[in-house]
């Protein structure tokens, strides 16, 4: 700063960084769920956890791979919607060296169920009878192997009992009790995380592998996340914790780096 510039502003207060949005809790609690993950693919699908990825990687988990979804490592820093031209590539990461990577644990991808239940059975596939089905979806993909392989985490946008079901119309990915329930070492890499939604973060740290709920949001009650599940998730907290806060520089590489056209809030409106 110049000692013109500091004349101009001694004495003046400047604003305190305003409050941490929906939107930007949520970016901090997706980031959480790569923390500790080391040197392997993140794989986020929508913009929240994208942004969360790389939050975590610019944050304290610099050896994460992250990808621009074809081809390519690219640098965790580079903003939304950045061209292809315009990224900075770091290696060639072809298809099947992510099938080859997802098959080796390498991997902890974060998806978008439609439907998810208590256990964690998610379904990416259909609504309705699988013979004659209400709505077609994209189809189970790569849920299954990515359920059985390696870690997995889910997004949820909008929190509702239609999304949180006693029961899932069709399962493509895998739950802790149909894991429990394969045969021999079948699912010994089976490894749920976490769910975050606009309201909350569950997690499955429970004896039997059903959802928790881990933390609620700032200015979500548990009654709010409870009338929002179609099934009783285990409360075993007195006072469920609140969700933490993004800090200042997590804010600033949320705000002024990552995502300065704020495609976050289109997302998470709260």
Sequence with gaps: MT??????TRGVTRPATRAATRAEV??????????GDGEIIASPMGTIPTLGARLARATGEPDLVLTDGLAYVVDGDVPLGTSSEALTVEGWLPYRTVLDALAGGRRHVMMGPVQIDAYGNANISC???WNRPARQLLGARGAPGNSVNHATSYWVSRHAPRVFTERVDVVCGVGNDRAAALPGPAARFHDLRRVVTNLCVFDFDTLDGRMRLACVHPGVTVDDVLAATGFEPLVDAAEVPTTRTPDAA???LIREVLDPASLRDREVTA
């Design 127 to 129: 609504i309705g009878d």
């Design 250 to 252: 997590e804010l600033h």
């Design 26 to 35: 949520c970016v901090a609690a997706c980031a959480d769920a790569w923390r």
């Design 3 to 8: 000692n013109h510039s500091r004349a101009a």
